[in-house]
T-cell receptor
Framework: LAKTTQPISMDSYEGQEVNITCSHN???????ITWYQQFPSQGPRFIIQGYKTKVTNEVASLFIPADRKSSTLSLPRVSLSDTAVYYC????????????FGTGTQLKVEL | NAGVMQNPRHLVRRRGQEARLRCSPM?????VYWYRQLPEEGLKFMVY????????ESGMPKERFSAEFPKEGPSILRIQQVVRGDSAAYFC?????????????FGPGTRLLVL
């Protein structure tokens, strides 16, 4: 599984776009990039997953360049409720994949 | 469409007692994973099970910890003779049986406190 590196913390204000970049230099050919969000005292919540280029859903966008050595999670117009820890993981396709969580990025959104 | 359910949400045990944590996967999911999270840390994989089979227990401590996922009923993570260092949040996740991009969906966790 790919080892990932992401900033420990980020601060933002309501209404701004937040971009969290994750480095995964040793990503394997069959690894997908997956992002989870975790609020205090809750389990991680799946946000988005991609292999390369751009993926967008109702919550976020994920940008993965051609070399796939990094990825950027983009949260448009954040609100206070987006304050959480965001984890970037490399996850292999197929069954039985154990996820490896780092310490994540603590995003704090203020008024 | 109920998500992954875990109970109890909070569990207090004294040193030496047994802790039993339950996890019911999402409907249609036959893969279950257990993770442990210590304060200020990310989740650490413990064990992966399919119905009646342990597939990968490489993250499970060799002693006192066991897991099962019977044909009927929830998955159980059992910790015997608990010690203070077992205090943590234990999360269960489930995924579908087949397919690429096998997303794991997490439950709310069980917070174990050992006195």
């Amino acid at each position: 599984l790919a080892k990932t590196t992401q900033p420990i913390s980020m601060d933002s204000y309501e209404g701004q776009e937040v971009n969290i970049t994750c480095s995964h230099n040793n990503i394997a050919t069959n690894d997908y990039i997956t992002w989870y969000q975790q609020f205090p005292s809750q389990g991680p919540r799946f946000i988005i997953q991609g292999y390369k280029t751009k993926v967008t859903n109702e919550v976020a966008s994920l940008f993965i360049p051609a070399d796939r050595k990094s990825s950027t999670l983009s949260l448009p117009r954040v609100s206070l409720s987006d304050t959480a820890v965001y984890y970037c993981l490399g996850a292999s396709t197929g069954g039985g994949n154990k996820l490896t969580f780092g310490t994540g990025t603590q995003l704090k959104v203020e008024l | 469409n109920a998500g992954v359910m875990q109970n109890p949400r909070h569990l207090v045990r004294r040193r030496g007692q047994e802790a039993r944590l339950r996890c019911s996967p999402m409907k249609g999911h036959s893969h279950v994973y257990w993770y442990r999270q210590l304060p200020e840390e990310g989740l650490k994989f413990m064990v992966y099970l399919q119905k009646e089979n342990i597939i990968d227990e490489s993250g499970m401590p060799k002693e006192r910890f066991s897991a099962e996922f019977p044909k009927e009923g929830p998955s159980i993570l059992r910790i015997q003779q608990v010690v203070r260092g077992d205090s943590a949040a234990y999360f269960c996740a489930s995924s579908q049986e087949t397919g690429l991009q096998e997303t794991q969906y997490f439950g709310p966790g069980t917070r174990l406190l050992v006195l």
